[in-house]
């Protein structure tokens, strides 16, 4: 579920005593008595907040948003991860087991975030660009790259950056300015890229008056290298046509390669068919916090007439099996036999903190190889999932038997058809 932030609600949620420590950072509200302060109630705190100056509101607020953003289990996760690397250079072998002890003995997220942006603030970025990478999706993948070392020296940054910037200047008239951050995470080597956007205006308050901007956004580039698998992610919201430009962009100056190696097809695909079945069950460990799984929508579509399809949605919040009910009812007035399933949607009831109530995950999955889930701790761990239960994709040759891969499997033609 997402989290809406407001500036009361994040003074309600951080002790006071990490509340008096930040703003005795700005010097301000120095005659406030923090220690007196219901933990819980904060008008006379809000009241004074709202009084400052905008200029200095704002600045305060913007840094308060990002260590809300950062108060929750995946950014504890992601600071964890980058000061493990920056403490893995440190001369004490238990330093990052210190850091973690000392995070897991705060009292909340809200705590861990601030304490590590007031004291630790070098992991803070690297942490804020990690967490990002884990709640984006459309991740593209590129396999089969040789095992070379990523080059993180400046030169090669550089080089990164520059190619960047002239690809969208020359083929989109963007990308003016371009800069490269690496990171190292585990075994992975990211980059991002922030390319200088168009030109854009927008509505503004400044300083009590209401006026249109411009401005210069800059449009995001993130590279996910694994030197152990070969492999490069990319991710980048924008034309398809520069996908491989951007691999290619990657291999050469951070690769070290003379041009990026062929990229052989992914011929993986998820195995939707047996969500056909009423009985299909979903298998999943009791230690995964997974507590049901119901399928929402089937989309069929025809394997002989181009775009021809049947979705089929039905409300499953009383019935589980809602949606075979409609399904039976439709093949009772028509021949479903030349129409494979391409399109499901799942609903996963699943506790994920242990004084929480379990929460409901949609997951989107798509023929041949498309899925909603990010990579991240609970998308990986509702991966496992779709694996345990044979829909996770597989190249065609690992299916269970040939009568298998002919029942479930979409007929290659479909792709075209489709």
């Not at 698998?229 to 951007?246: F, M, Q, V």
């Not at 399928?295 to 949605?313: C, D, P, Y």
Request: glycine fraction near 4%.
């Amino acid at each position: 579920m997402a989290r809406n932030y407001s500036t009361k609600d994040f003074f309600r949620h951080m002790p006071n005593v990490l509340l008096a420590r930040y703003f005795a950072g700005r010097a301000v509200f120095g005659e406030f008595d923090f220690a007196a302060m219901s933990e819980t109630r904060h008008d006379g705190l809000f009241a004074a907040w709202l009084a400052l100056p905008e200029a200095q509101r704002n600045t305060m607020d913007a840094e308060f948003h990002d260590i809300f953003e950062m108060s929750c289990e995946k950014g504890c996760h992601a600071i964890l991860d980058e000061a493990k690397w920056h403490l893995g250079q440190d001369a004490d072998p238990n330093a990052a087991n210190g850091f973690a002890e000392m995070l897991a003995a705060l009292t909340s997220h809200y705590a861990r975030a601030m304490v590590t942006y007031l004291d630790h603030n070098t992991f803070w970025r690297g942490a804020r660009h990690f967490y990002h990478a884990d709640t984006v999706s459309h991740w593209r993948k590129r396999k089969n790259l040789p095992h070379n070392a990523a080059s993180v020296v400046t030169s090669s940054i550089l080089a990164l950056a520059n190619r960047i910037r002239t690809h969208f200047h020359q083929t989109e008239g963007r990308g003016n300015n371009c800069v490269v951050e690496p990171f190292r995470r585990g075994d992975l080597d990211y980059f991002f890229a922030y390319p200088e956007d168009y030109s854009q205006q927008s509505h503004e308050w400044v300083n009590g008056q209401f006026d249109i901007r411009p401005h210069n956004p800059a449009f995001e580039v993130i590279f996910v290298y694994s030197q152990s698998e070969g492999s490069l992610d990319l991710n980048y919201r924008g034309s398809y046509k520069a996908i491989e430009p951007l691999q290619a962009m990657f291999a050469e100056t951070i690769l070290q390669l003379p041009e990026l190696p062929p990229d052989p097809k992914d011929s993986r695909v998820y195995d939707l068919g047996p969500l056909r079945q009423r009985n299909f069950e979903f298998t999943y460990d009791l230690g995964s916090g997974i507590e049901s799984v119901v399928v929402k929508k089937l989309r069929l579509s025809s394997r002989a007439t181009r775009g021809e399809r049947i979705s089929l949605e039905a409300d499953t919040s009383q019935d589980p099996q809602a949606v075979y009910a409609l399904l039976d009812r439709i093949q009772t007035a028509m021949p479903m036999a030349q129409y494979s399933v391409t399109q499901v949607d799942l609903a996963v009831s699943m506790i994920v903190e242990a004084d929480r109530p379990p929460k409901t995950v949609n997951i989107h999955i798509t023929y041949p190889n498309s899925c909603s889930l990010k990579y991240d701790e609970l998308g990986l761990k509702l991966r496992d999932m779709l694996s345990a239960s044979g829909i996770e994709p597989r190249e065609p040759t690992e299916l269970a038997t040939p009568a298998a891969a002919t029942a479930h499997t979409p007929t290659p033609a479909l792709a075209l058809v489709e």
